[in-house]
T-cell receptor, first 110, second 115 residues
Framework: DAKTTQPPSMDCAEGRAANLPCNHSTISGNEYVYWYRQIHSQGPQYIIHGLKNNETNEMASLIITEDRKSSTLILPHATLRDTAVYYCIVSTSGTYKYIFGTGTRLKVLA | DTAVSQTPKYLVTQMGNDKSIKCEQNLGHDTMYWYKQDSKKFLKIMFSYNNKELIINETVPNRFSPKSPDKAHLNLHINSLELGDSAVYFC??????????????FGDGTRLSIL
């Protein structure tokens, strides 16, 4: 079973920030949080990952709570091309494998 | 240049046949993976190889056999194909194997349809 829970769907207006939440209450101290997205049926695309500090790259920002039990992916200015399924993943200790959940289907509206 | 490339992109075949899917990465990564995404869109890890050594082998029928001739290639051979094998198969690679040595880079998938 996935170690994360996400809302099944969200809408966001084009040009606005999209804030996608993720709960990972059973995360262990050395486990990273990863975010990917899948546009249509293409291969998942890596977005960002972090351990405990907030992270930012050219695609998004990742905010991780101090207790590390939840995180938020922020797309600062959503465009129509950001419409996709977004997956929050915590890789399992030991095997470091990804267990994908059902993700959040983000729809960016014009 | 495509980082992770899979061939073929589409594969339509009869039940009972044997088929192979090939994957190549030009990123210089040490670790490669096979995932299966079924019709309900659940994406599941099947296998992983690190430096040509099998490190993840999920509960997959032994009709599925991965082979890694070198670090840049991971092929998937499927014997006696069944209707339930219809899915999209994704190959991925990562720099290494460990808590922070990912992220993984995915190919565009191979869409397998069994008639």
């Amino acid at each position: 079973d996935a170690k994360t829970t996400q809302p099944p769907s969200m809408d966001c207006a084009e040009g606005r920030a999209a804030n996608l939440p993720c709960n990972h209450s059973t995360i262990s101290g050395n486990e990273y949080v990863y975010w990917y997205r899948q546009i249509h049926s293409q291969g998942p695309q890596y977005i960002i990952h972090g351990l405990k500090n907030n992270e930012t790259n050219e695609m998004a920002s990742l905010i991780i709570t101090e207790d590390r039990k939840s995180s938020t992916l922020i797309l600062p200015h959503a465009t129509l091309r950001d419409t996709a399924v977004y997956y929050c993943i915590v890789s399992t200790s030991g095997t470091y494998k990804y267990i994908f959940g059902t993700g959040t289907r983000l729809k960016v509206l014009a | 240049d495509t980082a992770v490339s899979q061939t073929p992109k589409y594969l339509v075949t009869q039940m009972g046949n044997d088929k192979s899917i090939k994957c190549e990465q030009n990123l210089g990564h040490d670790t490669m993976y096979w995932y299966k995404q079924d019709s309900k869109k659940f994406l599941k890890i099947m296998f992983s190889y690190n430096n040509k050594e099998l490190i993840i082998n999920e509960t997959v029928p032994n009709r599925f056999s991965p082979k890694s001739p070198d670090k840049a290639h991971l092929n998937l051979h499927i014997n006696s194909l069944e209707l339930g094998d219809s899915a999209v198969y994704f190959c991925a690679s990562s720099q290494g194997w460990g808590p922070s040595n990912q992220p993984q880079h995915f190919g565009d998938g191979t869409r397998l349809s069994i008639l």
